[in-house]
């Protein structure tokens, strides 16, 4: 028996934002970033939309992007003096997550970070508190998926955070709050909403629920994410492309993730490259890579009208280029003497991410090494 995990109740479409009021509870804590979704409003509709209904509203802003552990325990610390029944996060990918971590702590302030990192670790939640994701970008999927991605600053490490407790007992995927969503940050989402659901499908978990959910993401980012970038103000390119985020937030919290995240993770943490482009950069070798070990690439290619394993992994180098995603760390701006003193702490921190276990072929030390090196000027390489 195999049990099918996402969020508990999901609301998508335009002005899904209204499913807000149907909830019940008397103060929440809000968790969101700097300033973008004062800008864009979306933090005031989500206080009024409350405050109508008699809550009490406290706000926790200013998350970072890669949100730090002390982040965290500052946010967490906010909540113990405020005591909410509902938690939100409200922002990017950053603030979300930054959200559940708080959660976490929250409900058991005495959890050492070390144990929360450990796979599935993380004791019962929903004792004092429950979870509402409201994304305003359309890449993670976090409001569909059991997990988040913290920062230690001090080790230079991002450390995925993996228990289904983290799942949202609530979902809004309302693609209004993702209009003013700048071109390189859609590029960068919607690259990774793809790397998971390609991830998700070829990793070495087999779920049919979660393939597909995959499919299903990957057939909407094509056919979404370019016109997305270069017509920005369109409701149905950001709403399908936001839909495409939860479905592929579905698919990999089912089966996982692989070395493509892996990678990313720690580009992240000692070069602050945005997460996206992280995925984008290492995904066409990393897909040369698995395909030795694994004939999934030839259903997604089917799946797209292609006739090989080759020519999806082409379309998927093409789909960069036309939503202009660099195609190298050269091109990023980092120097090459920077880049390789990196390598192998890299290499080895992705070893031990828990993403590596589920990688449909087993990876290296030195295999990580090697597609590290080939980022740095875009090479394609085979296995």
């Known amino acids: 028996m195999v049990k099918l995990y996402g969020a508990g109740t999901l609301y998508h ?46 706000v926790f802003s200013g998350v970072e992007p890669d949100p730090s552990i002390d982040t965290v325990r500052k946010g967490a610390a906010f909540m113990q003096e405020k005591q909410p029944d509902w ?29 929360m990192i450990k796979p599935f670790a993380i004791p019962a939640l929903r004792n004092k508190a429950r979870f509402v994701a409201i994304p305003t970008t359309s890449g993670t999927g976090t409001e569909t998926t059991s997990l988040a991605v913290i920062t230690d600053r001090l080790k230079g490490v991002k450390y995925p955070i993996a228990s289904h407790e983290l799942q949202p007992d609530l979902a809004i995927v309302d693609g209004d709050l993702c209009q003013s969503m700048p071109a390189d940050v859609t590029a960068n989402t919607g690259m990774d909403a793809l ?55 579905y698919a990999f919290t089912n089966s996982w993730l692989g ?19 992280a995925n ?41 280029k036309d939503i202009h995603v660099p195609a190298s760390i050269k091109e990023y701006g980092i120097a090459r003497e920077d880049w390789m003193k990196e390598v192998h702490r890299m290499a080895e921190n992705a070893h031990l991410d828990v993403c590596t276990s589920f990688n449909p072929r087993p990876a290296t030390v030195e295999d990580l090494e090697k597609l590290y090196i080939a980022l740095y000027e875009g090479e394609s390489v085979d296995f």
């Open 13 to 58: 479409g335009p002005k899904s934002i209204e499913s807000l009021k149907t909830i019940t509870g008397t103060r929440a804590v809000i968790v969101t970033g700097h300033s973008s979704t004062r800008e864009n409003g979306s933090l005031q509709r989500v206080c009024d939309m409350l405050q109508e209904k008699g809550w009490v509203c406290d």
């Open 87 to 115: 938690i939100i996060g409200l922002g990017g990918t950053s603030s979300i997550d930054a959200a559940k971590a708080m959660w976490v702590l929250y409900e058991h302030p005495e959890l050492p970070f070390e144990t």
């Open 195 to 249: 790397t998971h659901c390609i991830e998700a499908y070829v990793s070495n978990v087999e779920d049919n629920y979660a393939d597909a959910f995959a499919k299903g993401g990957i057939q909407l980012i094509f056919a979404n994410l370019k016109n997305a970038v270069e017509n920005p103000d369109n409701l149905a390119y950001r709403q399908n492309m936001h839909d495409a985020s939860a479905l592929a937030g």
């Open 259 to 277: 070395i493509v995240h892996s990678m990313a993770h720690q580009m992240g943490a000692i070069f602050g490259i945005p997460h996206g482009r």
């Open 280 to 320: 984008a950069l290492a995904l066409p070798n990393v897909m040369r890579y698995n395909a030795k070990a694994t004939d999934r690439f030839d259903d997604l290619a089917k799946l797209m009208g292609l006739s090989s394993a080759c020519e999806f992994i082409k379309a998927v180098e093409n789909l960069k």
